[in-house]
């Protein structure tokens, strides 16, 4: 019978991997077991390759880019990021992503399981034009005008930021790489992406030089969600403006983080949910606007006004707060 038969498959996947890792066979169970998931499991484990190989994938970061995407939908009354971390422990409960980390008993990061897995996701992200990966200047010339909707850089190479009209409708951008040059060349010109809902940005590298990224454009992203910075200096405008729909902030840059004014005073942020600053935003006195707000980290509370502190207490959806 069926149970029998998936039975058998279970108890020899391990030697067939250890035996013969190209195995024909091994790739065929694997695409049944692709095949086997909903419509929603499918995109979220298709999302994978917008991660470079071999790295750890923070848990909060998948599942709340998921929801930014518009990949999670409302049901029975239940909290997103509740389905979504659903859909997270499902993937792993079906071994196509494995934990890596734990804190307090819980998964942190993940990877994929198996290489095998990783070429199963290339392939069908690579079938739906699901995620677009630039590695090379090759990858660029080959790209020509298809539509892209998610655009992963893993190189620096200059060609990569010229327009395009296949550009127009990119939703997410994920950059892991290093500045090519003072000036940037490598670097996505976030002016060009319209569409834009999730933007990760983790630049790396060593400069003589006080290079900075300008991110005034993203004042004129207004459908963006997601925002996570590492690395490099990153220069905020005066005030990010009126993105209503803007969930996460999340600034992982150390003290690489300048700030022209404190960017939360004007800013209308009614969705805001996750908020996490290198410490060097302060606690403005827009802070009681921020009606949605869920995490505050790495708020800088040395200058702050006894008002501003009482405001705080009008946050009812606030549930973690890390202050410096």
């Not at 606030?318 to 202050?323: N, Y």
Request: with cysteine; aromatic share 10%; glycine share 6%.
């Amino acid at each position: 019978n069926k149970l029998d038969n998936w039975l058998k498959i279970k108890y020899s996947m391990g030697f067939e991997l250890e035996t013969n890792p190209n195995s024909k066979w091994m790739k065929h169970i694997l695409k049944l077991s692709y095949n086997n998931l909903s419509w929603d499991l499918k995109t979220c484990f298709l999302y994978l390759h917008m991660y470079p190989e071999n790295i750890n994938i923070m848990k909060k970061d998948l599942v709340r880019q998921w929801i930014a995407e518009g990949f999670i939908t409302q049901r029975d009354n239940r909290d997103l990021e509740d389905i979504a971390e659903s859909y997270f422990r499902d993937l792993i409960n079906r071994s196509l992503i494995k934990p890596v980390q734990f804190k307090y008993g819980e998964v942190v990061s993940c990877r994929v399981v198996h290489n095998l897995l990783l070429d199963l996701i290339v392939e069908k992200s690579t079938e739906e034009n699901f995620v677009t990966v630039i590695s090379t200047d090759q990858d660029c010339s080959r790209r020509g005008n298809f539509l892209i909707r998610r655009l992963n850089y893993r190189s620096n190479c200059a060609n990569i930021i010229q327009a395009s009209e296949s550009l127009h409708q990119v939703r997410s951008i994920t950059y892991f790489g290093n500045w090519l040059h003072q000036r940037g060349e490598s670097l996505p010109r976030l002016r060009m992406f319209k569409a834009l809902r999730v933007l990760h940005l983790r630049i790396e590298g060593y400069f003589s030089f006080r290079a900075i990224y300008d991110l005034s454009p993203i004042c004129n992203l207004f459908q963006l969600r997601y925002l996570k910075l590492e690395g490099i200096f990153f220069q905020f405008p005066d005030t990010i403006g009126e993105l209503r729909y803007l969930q996460v902030v999340d600034i992982n840059c150390g003290t690489n983080l300048v700030l022209v004014g404190g960017f939360l005073s004007d800013a209308c942020l009614p969705s805001l949910r996750h908020l996490r600053t290198a410490g060097s935003e302060e606690l403005g006195r827009g802070i009681n606007r921020l009606t949605s707000i869920r995490t505050l980290e790495g708020i800088n509370f040395c200058n702050c006004s006894v008002e501003n502190i009482r405001h705080l207490g009008l946050l009812a959806n606030l549930r973690t707060l890390s202050v410096i």
